[in-house]
């Protein structure tokens, strides 16, 4: 890292360290000689050790997180820490207050910390929603997408406008947002691995959605690049081309289920019950509509060459996960049956309904 760090060496703290982005953000860092200290802030410690990790245990939700920049002195900030999905927060009041009074909070600290110099913050496509009216390509300046937003993509949405204010209260700051597609390969864990991960994949009856993923190596490498060129402003950050959705469901070798939307909605609804698929329902309207994001920008300016297509990351993660990593029907037995059973007496259904 040379193109923009002081000469003694980039003192970053990063969000989220225990999660993948994170920690795999601070393993790429680690024997970086433009780094001179890497701070972790989460509320548990990494799976592994990252020599020269000084680990803080700590809510960003608390304002004593300002704290913590403070005894640092750390100049640089990346904040990877906003969540698509409750997991281990609890639940989705948890996981918003968490999304986006944490970067209230984390930003207020920042505003005070004069050290502090440049500020990326790991942010997602889901602000664009998924709807008929939106563009086919959709780029950075596109706004017209509040109304119908929810759930992650609110949130994150949420805790843009927050960036946003901190970028004008502290000119001085370079100051980037990343929107990535869904990242897939053969470690990282989201609802979309999950829902691809399905032996049985339910979709929307009548709908075929274009499909863009980001390999999660291409994903750390692109908020490396942010860190490590002069930028400034919003890039969308995805795998080059597009699959529809039909074929990555024939590319991971798995059966596809067509539902009427709403109960394309209750099968998600019944997936995140019997724990199978933590897949929110707000998301849904990307599996019925998809989304497609242009990435010149972040190619111009942060130099930004994804390794992996999206049908190559795609490939990757079958490769590596998909097979291995599927829920198992012998497990739960009884129950996954039934679950199965059900979406399909309910498929059969809608096709009645839908030919009459």
């Excluded at 939700?61 to 698509?84: F, G, Q, Y």
């Excluded at 829902?195 to 929307?204: D, E, G, R």
């Excluded at 596809?256 to 609804?269: K, R, Y």
């Amino acid at each position: 890292m040379t193109e923009n760090a002081t000469p003694e060496g980039r003192r970053i703290l990063i969000t989220g360290v225990s999660r993948f982005l994170g920690l795999r953000l601070a393993k790429r860092l680690e024997h970086d000689p433009g780094v001179a200290q890497i701070v972790g802030v989460d509320l548990e410690e990494p799976p592994v050790d990252i020599q020269g990790l000084e680990f803080v245990r700590a809510d960003i939700r608390n304002p004593l997180v300002a704290r913590v920049l403070e005894a640092t002195k750390v100049d640089t900030i990346v904040h990877t820490n906003i969540a698509s999905s409750p997991g281990r927060l609890g639940g989705r009041s948890q996981m918003k207050e968490s999304n986006v009074i944490g970067t209230m909070q984390l930003l207020a600290a920042a505003q005070r910390a004069t050290r502090v110099k440049k500020v990326v913050v790991k942010s997602s496509t889901a602000v664009y929603g998924s709807h008929p009216g939106e563009p086919s390509i959709i780029p950075e300046s596109y706004s017209d997408r509040q109304a119908d937003l929810s759930g992650y993509g609110k949130d994150c949405a949420e805790a843009e406008t927050y960036v946003r204010d901190f970028g004008r209260r502290r000119p001085d700051v370079e100051l980037s947002i990343l929107r990535t597609q869904n990242v897939i390969g053969p470690t990282v864990h989201t609802s979309i691995t999950e829902y691809l991960s399905l032996p049985v994949i339910p979709t929307a009856l009548g709908f075929d959605p274009r499909m863009q993923f980001l390999h999660e190596e291409d994903a750390v490498e692109a908020l490396y690049r942010a860190l490590l060129m002069n930028s400034r402003g919003i890039f969308n950050i995805a795998g080059e081309g597009v699959v529809y959705l039909s074929k990555a469901i024939r590319m991971l070798e798995r059966t596809q289920l067509p539902l009427l939307v709403p109960m394309a909605s209750s099968a998600a609804t019944l997936l995140r019950r019997f724990n199978l698929v933590d897949f929110p329902v707000d998301q849904l309207k990307l599996l019925v509509y998809g989304r497609v994001v242009d990435t010149r920008r972040a190619q111009a300016e942060l130099g930004f060459e994804p390794r992996y297509t999206t049908e190559q990351a795609l490939s990757d993660f079958r490769d590596h996960r998909a097979k291995d990593h599927a829920p198992e029907p012998s497990a739960h037995p009884t129950w996954e049956r039934e679950l199965f059973e059900y979406l399909r007496t309910k498929a059969e259904s809608d096709r009645r309904t839908t030919d009459a």
